[in-house]
């Protein structure tokens, strides 16, 4: 028999509740548990307010404690959110906790559906002080929770729910349940737990104690554990990031008939933001750049690609927004929404009210009816000022107020979801596989050529730029191409580009092996010896920074960078700044004379100062294994061969000037010096070497193949006295460096090296180790080429390269030359000797201070002939050996007009001063054949995009004839437009018209070699590409006509007709 009383449960219902009696009794509870239970739980809502989310297979049995540990919408603390998940996990795992879900949803497919999901109960150590019973009042009939009288111990409570139903989002939010209020802000109840036969609510798991009547004989409490170690393998999110990001910053206008042709900045967006022409009103722009910076050296920024095509149509002409913050902990990046309307968005984190800084960049020509299409800032969110919302959508809405932004690259945290296996949001700079580092060999110093796509170098941002003090930009000419063979090799290795690259160069033209080791780190200033490109900045720590974050090279010493991303491959070049070799080349070039270099008398200089640099380099490859944590696979190339060394290899007229015999000679047997040490080195340090002596093959100078590498350019004194006769994009410092074939060459030479094995995966050592170094590999014996075995050998001189001066002198007005020592003394208060070569010359003495350090002056001759010498400081080191230090300087005229003194004023050279002419222009391009840095086939026509500083259209493509080739091409009779150059020597053959060939940008220039169709043998036909990168061939109409005056008769505008298929040979593709 079972007693029967009355109790109350919850408020006011009373029931008969069932206790045990007798053993044996029948039970009436026994179906009670399969009425109030749930199996499953089944997420599923449709039409609740037009909002549906969920399936009928939609089932979080085992995901249910996952949602729990989501927290997207949560509105709290995050760190309540952890410690209610932490709490829980206590009460899971303790024998003296519980818990309990109760599922709630109900669909009724129309507003009166509970959309709530679950809720979960438990108690951390209060198990024994509750416990479910059973209850039974005529039609009513269910579970209920009870707690013992008095008890104290905490029962708690979450609601996990969809943010989209719960919320009302609309499409910003989620349909995935999730954990949005609870545990300490909630107040849980008993009653809450108690459940009835028939009701919305069910059990579907349980710990808390259970008090069975006599005789039950029914299903036991629901205790499914399998959500216990549930975690997903995936997310909904795991295509999302391909969807809010482009790889390219390309700018292409068609907005209300203005018109700009596609043009990439993914490589120049900072300098676009950097150097506009700012209007009055933007007098916050330079604030605003330095809180750029510093957000880019210590907090977070992104970097938005907005532009906005519809039909070949510009809906959305604004170009690129960069949103800022100065803190990295005040925002974040988090993804909402279900698919089709997924957003990204950069919000505050937990607590924080700081403002999001942004500007906002484009072409002003389209926007504001004034400049060209180049792009540049138009205005920042100071004092509210508009800039997009810092949002991210997978779907362009235009009617929904939804924009079309893209990230580009970020370095905000980001909030991915739990079980995402998509890709990075771009910029995450911590999976870092490959870093080069090194000289201008590895930079890709000498890539002189101009990318199409952008109308400048390959040079990446932040290593071709002109100091500007009043913006606080430093000069930087690492010159690191974007086809040197650092990125051939990325490319090889499967590592990526731009944002997303797993890969960086760091390598700077110009770099010793002080600028790559740990030497005088903490102090120093960057590259440029002798105070660094940061002496004087006060951001120096800013940009220094910024450099670490950004992989600006020549800021800080490329161990740092080592030290802090720890690569798993190095490739390097170094020592060839070390020992002055570019300035031994640029003392021998130019002039007529053997120069001091190539002398017999000094082959035991060069071999000492070669020889030296033993110990360095073996210092730089064991501190760079020791930043990796021994853990980097270190490659150190050699030099590769650039010139032809054979007595009677043909020189002259090749822009190299008087490089003679001699003095190839003395090139080719230094390079090979060089690299026995470099290999030396690298055996003693257990790293490998890889030779790329003869990558060049016959491509080096006075070769006989085309040339992959750069002969003499001329420099920006030389150009400036010669206008529009030089180059104006070439410097002296990209003489004698490989362009992109050579870089190309050296690729091939490394892969060769490694059979083909990816470096990653190459063994250096026969024991996987790393490094294996050799200990009988010392300086003694390095391998010397014949050359430099001569007799009389001197004494033990330690002969060294040092930037002594500020490298030049005007004589007569500059009567003396100050010399400076730091970081190489000599014996305190002892004197050093200071001469001048080529013929040797007493300059004086100068006393050492008490550090060893010179800080002192010599008179300069007034006799001595302009050109370059050598500058030679000997003295006693403090071991007591003889030391010599060295340095190549150009001593100049008095004569401004004349810096050569040989009575003919520069400007007059063709080649400049110091430069003796060939008097011959075989390829026609009006650049003496003697300091052409490429003679060519005759040049016949350009084309290019038209320039809006000369009054043309740059949606335009122009055509232009050679008036110098005019025996080549029959034309004669040319008029040629000399109103903004009087040197101009092009004629306008015509340009794009038709609307169809607007927007297309130029790619290259070919003339038919023969005919095809009706395309005649020696037509012009120029290669195009549009937005999407398709080619495009176009054809002048009648070009064997002359050009005409604008406004005379008979004149008429003549266009570039596009043909349907490209002519027989020709493709855009190199």
Known sequence: MWKRIISVIGATLAVCIAVPATAGAASEYDDIINKVSTKTLIH??????????????????????????????????????????????????????????????????????????????????????????????????????????????????????????????????????????????????????????????????????????????????????????????????????????????????????????????????????????????????????????????????????????????????????????????????????????????????????????????????????????????????????????????????????????????????????????????????????????????????????????????????????????????????????????????????????????????????GATVYDMNWDNSGGYEGQDSPLGRLHGYDNKGVLQKMALNEMIPGRVKQIEFVKKYQPKVITLTAGGNDVDFGGKLFSCVPFPNTCTWAKIEWRNKLKSDIVNQFDRLKTLYEELRKASGNKAKIYVFGYPQFVNGAPDAPCFGRGLLFLDAREREMITNSVTYLNNTIKQAAKAAGVKYVDIENAFGDHWLCGNGDRHVNPLLLNEMIVSRIPDLRLPWVEFQESFHPNAKGHADIARAFRKELGGVNPADYKICKNDATTCPDNSATKDNIPAPPYFNVANEQEDIKFTYYKLSNGTAT????????????????????????????EPRDLGEIEADKNGEINGSVALPEDLPAGYHTLVVSGEAPDGKKQELYQTILIKGPNPEDIDENGTPDKLQPCGAFAQAANKDEDLDGIDDACDPEVTDPILYTARNGKSSLGEDEDRIYLFRNTRAANLTGVTNDYVDKSKNQNNTDALVGHTLSEETRGLAFNKLVVMKEADGDIKKGTPIILAKDVSEKCYALKPEDHLSPALKPGVKDYKLRGLIKLNTLPKGVSCEE
């Not at 007569?812 to 080529?838: A, D």
Request: proline residues 6%; charged residues 25%.
């Open 44 to 509: 599923h809502i449709d039409n609740y307010s037009g909002k549906t989310c969920g399936s009928p297979d939609d089932d979080y049995a085992k995901k249910w404690l996952f949602a729990f540990k989501q927290k997207r919408y949560y509105q709290g603390d995050p760190k309540d959110h952890q410690a209610a998940v932490e709490s829980l996990e206590r009460a899971m795992s303790s024998p003296k906790g519980a818990y309990a879900i109760v599922y709630e949803q109900n669909n009724k497919h129309n507003d009166t559906s509970n959309p709530y999901f679950i809720k979960v109960f438990w108690t951390e150590d209060g198990k024994d002080d509750y416990t479910y019973r059973f209850y039974k009042n005529h039609q009513i009939s269910g579970i209920y929770l009870t707690k013992k009288e008095g008890d104290r111990s905490k029962l708690y409570v979450a609601t996990v729910a969809s943010p989209k139903l719960i919320l009302g989002g609309g499409n910003g939010s989620n349909c995935a349940p999730e954990y949005l209020w609870g545990y300490k802000h909630s107040q849980a109840f008993v009653s809450d737990m108690n459940i009835s036969v028939g009701s919305n609510k069910k059990l579907f798991t349980s710990t808390f104690p259970v008090n069975y009547p006599s005789g039950y004989a029914g299903p036991k409490f629901p205790d499914n554990r399998s959500a216990i170690g549930w975690w997903p393998d995936s997310s909904q999110y795991d295509d999302f990031t391909d969807k809010i990001t482009v790889k390219k910053l390309i700018n292409y206008i068609n907005y209300h008939k203005k018109f700009c042709a596609p043009s990439d900045y993914s490589n120049s967006w900072f300098t676009a933001f950097k150097y506009p022409n700012i209007p009055d009103n933007h007098k916050y722009h330079k604030s605003y750049m330095a809180s750029l910076e510093r957000a880019m050296a210590t907090g977070a920024y992104a970097v938005a690609y907005e532009q906005t095509t519809v039909n070949g149509k510009t809906v959305n002409p604004y170009f690129i927004t960069v949103f800022w913050s100065e803190n990295r902990n005040d925002f974040h990046i988090k993804f909402y929404g279900d698919a089709p309307y997924r957003i990204a968005t950069i919000t505050h984190k937990w607590g924080s009210s700081a403002k999001l800084y942004g500007m906002i960049a484009g072409s002003t020509g389209p926007l504001w009816g004034r400049g060209g299409c180049e792009v540049e800032f138009l205005q920042g969110n100071y004092l509210n000022g508009y800039i997009p919302t810092a949002r991210f959508n997978e779907s362009y809405i235009p009617l929904s107020g939804g924009n079309n932004m893209k990230i580009f690259t970020s370095t905000f945290d980001v909030e991915y979801p739990d079980g995402y296996k998509g890709k990075p949001i771009p910029g995450d700079r911590r999976n870092i596989k490959y870093l080069a580092l090194g000289d201008s060999f590895s930079s890709g110093e000498g890539d002189t050529d101009k990318n199409p796509a952008t109308g400048r170098k390959y040079y990446r941002q932040w290593t071709d730029v002109k100091e500007d003090k009043a913006k606080g930009a430093p000069r930087e000419k690492c010159h690191v191409s974007t086809r040197s063979y650092p990125y051939k090799l990325a490319n090889w290795m499967g590592l990526g580009s731009g944002p997303s690259a797993a890969w960086a160069s760091v390598a700077c033209s």
């Open 811 to 838: 004589k007569v007005q500059e009567k003396y030359i100050e010399i400076k020592t730091s970081r190489r003394p000599y014996k305190p208060w002892k004197k050093v000797y200071v001469k001048i070569y080529s």
